[in-house]
């Protein structure tokens, strides 16, 4: 399977998502937190699209005869691609969170928040979600690294600032101070899929708070 497939069968899923967010959760038009994985879905296309144009002249005579110099462009380019739509899904979804907890009050979530610091911070939110019990302990974990990794890819150029190993969404990320993350080809598809699934089930826990 292509890494262009993998994304379009994603935004097919995030789309399954977005309807369902709008049909038994969202309660207006251009709601944010169906419009959220809306955009989400609009935002993979792109990278559907430009991962396709890829994969369609690296198969094409034109194409430079591959060595390992070319093979290791390609795979920067795939990892380029897949980083930015990561960092972007993240931004999205860190938006979207913060806009939901001012539309639920009674969850206490933002007011719970803001007593940790003066600006309302995604990783503070799901801090009060473990203590309030929305999500559990290993839940809140798998949110941190995900944070911790779109921090490096969009802040660090994806250099790690520590010394660590992380396993989520069924794969294997490991951190060595002062060098690149290194994980396989298809590392920020697999994070992308996994956040997405724990926004949804926050989204959905968090509504019953309502």
């Not at 839940?139 to 150029?157: P, V, Y």
Request: charged share 30%; aromatic share 8%.
């Amino acid at each position: 399977m292509t890494v262009a497939k993998d994304i379009l069968l994603l935004s097919e899923a995030c789309e399954q998502y977005a309807e369902s967010v709008a049909r038994d959760i969202a309660d207006k038009e251009n709601d944010p937190r169906s419009m959220c994985l809306w955009n989400i879905h609009n935002r993979m296309m792109i990278s559907g699209e430009i991962m396709t144009f890829y994969e369609r002249s690296w198969g094409s005579d034109d194409f430079p005869e591959v060595d390992d110099d070319t093979v290791g462009e390609l795979v920067e380019r795939v990892m380029v691609v897949t980083r930015d739509l990561y960092v972007d899904v993240v931004s999205a979804i860190e938006k979207a969170v913060k806009d939901s907890v001012g539309i639920y009050v009674n969850s206490g979530l933002k007011e719970d928040a803001l007593k940790m610091s003066s600006h309302l911070y995604l990783r503070n939110i799901m801090v009060c979600s473990q203590k309030k019990k929305i999500i559990d302990r290993k839940t809140f974990d798998e949110w941190d690294n995900l944070l911790i990794m779109r921090n490096l890819a969009a802040h660090n150029n994806s250099i790690s600032d520590r010394n660590k190993r992380c396993e989520i969404a069924g794969i294997v990320v490991s951190m060595r101070a002062g060098r690149m993350m290194k994980g396989p080809l298809n590392t920020f598809i697999a994070l992308t899929q996994r956040i997405i699934e724990l926004f949804y089930d926050w989204l959905v826990r968090v509504d019953k708070t309502k």
